[in-house]
């Protein structure tokens, strides 16, 4: 079954603090995997768009890793802050000839001052 | 330009009742998708438009709920006889289904369906 499982569930740092989300997936075939981050009452929004052949992706203070070996992808926010309080979602395109993804639950991250 | 839009933002409606939740697309996009999300679950798949295709239906939950998408462009997402299981908040999304692209998927604020 095509899964893609985020931990940990919930995090609290400081701000200004570094922080590391991860994202371990069953699916297969793969295509590609995004970073999402939700903010309160909002939809998703694309952080990163990681295909099989690369292995990080930066976007400002937003770092995704991808080892399409053991199927894992982390997300590293670096210098956190407020505004970074969010749910991050990590979503995995299977090669499916249909745009379906698969989507984790997410990690809640709060940053506090 | 302007996002994906859903209305209304909010709706509570009574266990019974049939709802219709409305999807404006980004102006261009092909392809519609219609998830849900329940409270501490990850979005989960309904339904997916593609131009003139027949829709992706498979993750519709049961019969009672059903999507159309008129002239290619806003979908309505119609929940008939609304059990109290159903509320969730629905979210749309719309991307450019055009061979080569990134496929992005650009969502929706979301409604936020309450049944008591």
């Known amino acids: 079954k095509n899964q893609v499982e985020q931990s940990p569930q919930s995090l609290i740092i400081l701000e200004g603090k570094n922080c590391t989300l991860q994202?371990?997936?069953?699916?297969?075939?793969?295509?590609?995997l995004r970073w999402y981050k939700q903010d309160t009452g909002r939809g998703p929004v694309s952080l990163t768009i990681?295909?099989?052949?690369?292995n990080t992706k930066s976007n400002g203070r937003y770092t995704a890793t991808l080892d399409a070996d053991t199927k894992q992808s982390s997300l590293h926010i670096t210098a956190s802050q407020l505004s970074d309080s969010a749910s991050y979602i990590c979503?995995?395109?299977?090669?499916?000839?249909?745009?379906?993804?698969?989507f984790g639950t997410g990690t809640r991250l709060l940053v506090s001052p | 330009g302007a996002g994906v839009s859903q209305s209304p933002s909010n709706k509570v409606t009574e266990k019974g009742k049939d709802v219709e939740l409305r999807c404006d697309p980004i102006?261009?996009?092909?392809?519609l998708y219609w998830y849900r999300q329940s409270l501490g679950q990850g979005l989960e798949f309904l339904i997916y438009?593609?131009?003139?295709?027949?829709?992706?239906k498979s993750g519709l939950p049961s019969d009672r709920f059903s999507a159309e998408r008129t002239g290619g462009s806003v979908s309505t997402l119609t929940i008939q006889r609304t059990q109290q299981e159903d509320s969730a908040v629905y979210l749309c999304?719309?991307?450019?289904?055009?061979?080569?692209?990134?496929?992005?998927?650009?969502f929706g604020p979301g409604t936020r369906l309450t049944v008591t």
């Open positions: 990681m295909t099989f052949s690369e």
């Open positions: 979503v995995v395109r299977g090669d499916t000839g249909f745009q379906k993804l698969v």
């Open positions: 102006s261009g996009h092909t392809a």
């Open positions: 438009f593609q131009g003139n295709s027949a829709p992706d």
């Open positions: 994202c371990n997936y069953t699916v297969s075939p793969f295509s590609n």
């Open positions: 999304a719309s991307s450019l289904a055009v061979a080569g692209s990134s496929y992005e998927q650009y």
